[in-house]
Structures are given as C-alpha cells and as structure tokens.
C-alpha cells in the first residue's frame, strides 16, 4: 500500500553483480520518510551502477504486536540477511532503542562479535554517528564519520570488490577517509570509569576526521520520494544549507556540521522547481534558513512560481515585516521561535545573541504580520541557572502574551501562544561537553513553576519534553562502549538506573556528572575539526560572562572563529 502511494522509488533488478546495501531507518516509515538526510542517502546509494538500496524501518506499534511480523524492505519484500550491507541511518539517539526489536526481527546477532563472515557488515552513519558512535560500537562493525557525500565513493569502490575477507574488507575500510572501525580501537578505563586512552591498531589512524562536502551544489539534497504518509506529506523538502556561524554554546548542530555552506539561489531554484512539480508547498530545510543570504530572493523566486512556502527557523535577530508578509502570503497560521532563556544573563551565557527588545520586536512583527499562533521554544536547566531564570521565562512569557492578545484583538480573533519547554542535553563536541544535566527533582520543580504560572496567562498553554526522555538522551549520547550491552533490556522497558547498577556502571557517572578539563572523552577518537581547546576556551568564556557581562545585550561569538558579533 504504502509503495503505491509514493513517486520517485527506485527499483533495480536483483542480479548478482549489485553490491546490495539495506537502509534502514530505524524507527517508523512516518518518522524516516519526514528525513530528509535518510532520503539523500537513498538517492546518493541508489545512483550507483553498481549498486542497489532498499528501505526498511521499523514496524508500526500493531504490527509489532503481532507473532509473526515481518520485516521486509519497502522495495522488493526481501529481508535484511539478503544484503551485503545494512547501513543504519540514526539520526537521534533515543532511536537506538529500537536497533534490537529490528535485529530480533531479522535473526541477527545483536553484537558484532557474535558475527561471522556470513552475516551482512552492519554500517552506523548519520549525525548520531558523528557526534559519539561508541554506544553503538560493540554492536555495529563500520561508522561513517561526517556527510555521506564525501564517504560514499570510495566506500561503495571498497565494497563492490567480490571475493575478500571480512577481516580484510574491515581493514581496507580503516585507511578510508571518515571511516571508523571500532575493533581496532580498545578503550581502556580506570577504576573511577573514565576513558584514559584508546589502543590503536597498527594502520588505524589516531583520530577519525569527519567528513564533510565543500559545495552543497555538487549534491542536490531533496524529497527524491514524495509520500503523503509522512510529517510533510504536503511539502517538497529542499536544503538550503548546512552548519550554522552562531555558536549557541549548547547546540551539537552547530559545531559537528561546521563551517557553514549554503547553495546557491541557482541550485535551489532548480531544486525547488522539481518539486513544485510534485508538490505546491516547498519547505525549507537548515540550522539557521533565514541566514541564507538569497532568502528573500529565494522566496519570492517559490511565490512567482505559485509555490507556498514552509520555513524551518526564523532569524529572531532579523525578522523583516517583508519576510513576515511572505510568510502569511504562503498560508502560514503558526510560527515557532527560539528564545532559549529568559533573562538577558542566561542567553548570554549560552551566547544566544538576541536581546529581549530584539525578541519583542520580532513578537510585534509576526502578531501585526497576521500570524495566529506563536510557538515558543525555552530550556530548562542550563549550567548555573538560577530561579530568576526561571522567573524571568515567566516574565518574558507574559509581555509576549500580552502583545499578542493585543493583535488578536485587533483582527478580532485570539490566537495561541504556547511553550515547548526542555531539559538541556549537554551534548559531545559543544562547549558545554563538561557539564552535567540537571537532577530529574530539580528539573520537576522548575516545570511545576513554570506550569503554574503558565496557567494564569489567557490563551497560553505549556508542553513539556518527558524528563525520563531527555535523561536517556544524554545518557546514550554521553556514554561508551560497555553501554551497548544494556541496550536489549532497556528496549524491553528496564529501569535504566538499575540496569547501570547490574552492570557496574553509574547512571550519574555518564548523565550528571561534572567533567574534568582534562578528561579524554568516548568520543574523542572523532577529530570534528573544531579543536577540544576552543571547545574550553568557549566555556570559561561562558564561566567568566555570568559575573562580568562585558557585552551589549545581543552579543555573541562566531561558532568558526570566535570573534565577537554585535553592538561590541
């Protein structure tokens, strides 16, 4: 059914020369055809003479209830075992919890020592991939370091060659540029549970550099596959850039897909003529769509082709009413902004770079541009905030609130205002990599605050992220190799703190735990290209702006050089 209603899948016929390559997204076919790196990859794969992809996901919730589920890829029907390589594409870590339901479902082994040269060669890539793959490395036998651009090539030429060992297809695979293979990296812990070195292979290289592509248009990056049962059914996604310059100090995004690229506006306007000819809506795909320096062009270039328009992030900083008109002309009703913090302390520890008169007026231009509903993104629990950050969300909440009632009233018709609200996830290569998450009790009184509070403003409501599963995001995001293990039983819905304990390890030790400015992390065998010793610099930084605020509400570092942007 669901092969019927899509356009653009490829089929290729099964013979023997095809190296034969599953993709398997593991989660829902809902959740992996909204993902539009998951689609690239299938299209980069599938370009391939010499190669043939086929999907696999997840089973919906009633299929797994069943006995005898199958899983079949979407293409031909044939299982996981009949491919040479299954390359699994996470893209959050939370996902890694389905990998044993899916490798029970398929009749392999979990762990890679328990495979053999009959078993298919199990590759993680994706952003999870190359943010920390050691959870992961007990279980897979290859890691894709970066974007797959770059890496696909020579990996694809590796692969194809017949009639060579695994051991020595693995070793081949170790020389190749962005390829990680954890045999031949044993880390070696102390008696406290820190890593304090890796044992290399001879050959191996000491660090893995990530990957990444130099010009975004040598490579379209788009719905190839347009399906309604998805996310953005209604949309043709299309990237308009990758990595970000503004250096939140909390976002993994922005430092892992460092330096910032953008395409174009020629190659996306031919991007987005393809799939006007799917769709009448293009969404727009980035970290930062409005930075893109021919947005408003681009725009424009989509609304005289009759073409509607869905943006993934708006640019607080620099929201245009010209931009905002674009924005209700191409039907939009909601729209979601990002303060992060309250108060003018906490946004500038975290080097957010906006000022409360700069969200302010971005309030005014969207409520009196004739968007209904605002959405607002905060986080909770960032390193040294105090209850008056808490506070001061409340604060905010309210004269934001208060300016769009206003409008509301104006146009005779009240709209919504709702807060996302979410633990912070100190996450690898940030420059709060050191720090811990908040205690879950502390976490629960905040939102208890800030639910009360909340409730008393009109027309204003608040959603929550569950604190269960942030605390396991950063548990698998932060942790090593003697976690993968765990994984089987945490699937099945084991207590994670006890499952720790049975294995000797500490929940707190990986979730809440402050570390050392010198400790070697898991994922330190990566070299991202942004140095640990800016990542530091960046955090003292920090350490030292929450007493001093030498600068001007508004100012913040550059996530590539460093150097202050702003007032300053």
Request: with cysteine; charged share 25%; proline share 5%.
């Amino acid at each position: 059914m669901r092969l019927q209603e899509e356009t653009g899948t490829v089929f290729h016929s099964w013979n023997e020369k095809r190296l034969k390559i599953a993709l398997v997204y593991p989660n829902t076919y809902h959740q992996g055809m909204s993902n539009l790196g998951f689609q690239t990859v299938y299209h980069l794969l599938n370009q391939s003479a010499d190669c043939l992809c086929e999907r696999f996901f997840l089973p919906d919730k009633d299929d797994l209830k069943r006995s005898d589920c199958p899983l079949l890829s979407i293409e031909s029907g044939h299982t996981l075992t009949d491919f040479d390589l299954v390359a699994l594409s996470i893209s959050f870590e939370n996902d890694y919890l389905n990998l044993p339901i899916i490798f029970n479902l398929a009749g392999i082994p979990f762990l890679a020592a328990d495979r053999d040269q009959s078993w298919p060669l199990i590759l993680f890539g994706g952003v999870c991939a190359f943010i920390n793959p050691e959870p992961l490395s007990d279980i897979v036998d290859v890691v894709a370091i970066g974007e797959a651009e770059p890496i696909l090539p020579e990996l694809l030429d590796l692969l194809v060659q017949k009639n060579q060992s695994r051991e020595d297809c693995l070793q081949k695979m170790a020389q190749l540029p962005g390829i990680y293979v954890p045999r031949f990296y044993t880390p070696v812990y102390a008696q406290t549970g820190e890593v304090t070195q890796f044992i290399i292979e001879k050959g191996a290289p000491e660090k893995v550099a990530r990957q990444f592509l130099h010009d975004l248009d040598r490579s379209p990056s788009r719905s190839f596959i347009q399906t309604a049962a998805t996310e953005f059914g209604n949309m043709a996604l299309t990237e308009v850039s990758r990595g970000c310059s503004r250096g939140c100090r909390f976002c993994a995004a922005g430092f892992v897909y460092l330096p910032p690229r953008e395409r174009s506006l020629e190659n996306l306007v031919e991007q987005v003529e393809v799939g006007l000819c799917q769709r009448d809506r293009i969404g727009l795909v980035a970290a930062a769509v409005s930075d893109h320096s021919a947005i408003q062009e681009l725009q424009t270039e989509i609304l005289e082709k009759k073409g509607q328009i869905s943006m993934s992030s708006l640019r607080l900083d620099a929201l245009t009413t010209e931009e905002v008109e674009i924005i209700y002309r191409a039907g939009h009703k909601s729209v979601a902004i990002a303060p992060e913090a309250g108060s003018q302390r906490l946004r500038d520890y975290i080097n957010k770079g906006i000022s409360e008169e700069q969200i302010l007026t971005s309030v005014k231009i969207l409520a009196d541009g004739g968007i209904k509903n605002l959405k607002l993104y905060f986080i909770i629990g960032f390193p040294d905030e105090e209850q008056s950050d808490i506070d001061a969300i409340i604060a905010l909440t309210e004269k934001i609130s208060l300016l769009w009632r206003e409008a509301g009233r104006k146009r005779g018709q009240l709209g919504q205002l709702t807060l996302s609200v979410n633990p912070f996830i100190p996450k690898p290569f940030t420059p709060f990599q050191w720090v811990g998450m908040e205690t879950t009790n502390s976490l629960k009184k905040k939102i208890r605050v800030l639910q009360a509070a909340i409730s008393h403003i009109p027309n204003t409501r608040i959603n929550n992220e569950s604190i269960r599963n942030a605390t396991l995001q950063t548990f698998l995001s932060r942790a090593d190799r003697r976690i993968g293990s765990l994984l089987p039983e945490l699937a099945e819905g084991g207590n994670i703190k006890q499952l720790c304990k049975k294995s000797g390890l500490s929940l707190d030790f990986y979730v809440t735990r402050q570390r050392q400015a010198d400790e070697i992390f898991p994922w330190d065998v990566i070299d991202q290209g942004v140095k640990k010793s800016y990542l530091w610099h960046e955090y003292q930084q920090a350490q030292q702006q929450k007493s001093t605020s030498p600068c001007a509400p508004g100012c913040r570092r550059c996530g590539v050089c460093g150097e202050l942007i702003g007032s300053c």
